[in-house]
């Protein structure tokens, strides 16, 4: 299994552009979301699925959106890059919706917005 | 959205000392895992905590969740330079809704 796999690896912007990170996982877990990280702050989750056809949003929704049409893929996109956005971007993927349940982990997205 | 603080942010000591790790919220959560994150990639589960006072060893790391379910610590005893990363905290909110710290990123010199 390859297990949670993440595209690009770098990716550098200009403000305005927009794009989308793409998250696959094939392990057939229900629960995925998108989290970023910055300096100092943690991870702070953008969005989550809890099943195909489910999005909800999290603590730092805005500027992005997410679709979840299949099991497998919850790509997440920037509709148009700010600055603010310059940030490393992990996806996760979960068994099930309980709080024992072990996240994994992508190797995540390195985005820069100039 | 509740908070979770983690301290120390940066630890850097010699290997074979002991260090301890905590992780603070002034609200009750669920469950609490650590995970351990090395540069360049994703975080990985160490240990999961759901009873208050619970104690889990992992090797020469001990995991504590505090009687109320509002702090935990990680122990690590006789540092090894493989210990080195970025360890964080989080805790379960309603449904599969985690909280991180900021995290405490650990440098072993050997």
């Known amino acids: 299994n390859a297990g949670v796999t993440q595209t690009p690896k770098f990716q550098v912007l200009k403000t305005g552009q927009s794009m989308t990170l793409q998250c696959a996982q094939d392990?057939?877990?229900?629960?995925m979301s998108w989290y970023r990280q910055d300096p100092g702050m943690g991870l702070r989750l953008i969005h989550y699925?809890?099943?195909?056809?489910?999005?909800d949003q999290g603590e730092v929704p805005n500027g992005y959106n997410v679709s979840r049409s299949t099991t497998e893929d919850f790509p997440l996109r920037l509709l148009s890059a700010a600055p603010s956005q310059t940030s490393v971007y992990f996806c996760?993927?979960?068994?099930?919706?309980?709080?024992?349940?072990?996240?994994?982990f992508g190797p995540g997205t390195r985005l820069t917005v100039l | 959205t509740q908070l979770l603080e983690q301290s120390p942010q940066f630890l850097s000591i010699q290997e074979g000392e002991n260090l301890t790790v905590y992780c603070n919220s002034s609200?009750?959560?669920?469950?609490l895992q650590w995970y351990r994150q090395e540069p360049g990639e994703g975080p990985v589960l160490l240990v999961t905590?759901?009873?208050?006072?619970e104690v889990k060893k992992l090797k020469r790391l001990t995991f504590q969740f505090g009687d109320a379910r509002k702090d935990s610590s990680l122990h690590i005893t006789a540092a090894q330079p493989g210990d080195t990363g970025l360890y964080l905290c989080?805790?379960?909110?309603?449904?599969?809704?985690?909280?991180f710290g900021a995290g405490t990123i650990l440098r072993v010199k050997s």
């Open positions: 609200s009750v959560f669920s469950s």
């Open positions: 989080a805790g379960a909110e309603y449904g599969n809704k985690l909280v």
């Open positions: 699925s809890v099943g195909a056809g489910i999005t």
């Open positions: 996760a993927s979960s068994p099930g919706t309980g709080g024992t349940n072990e996240q994994f």
């Open positions: 392990m057939n877990h229900e629960y």
């Open positions: 905590v759901v009873t208050g006072g």
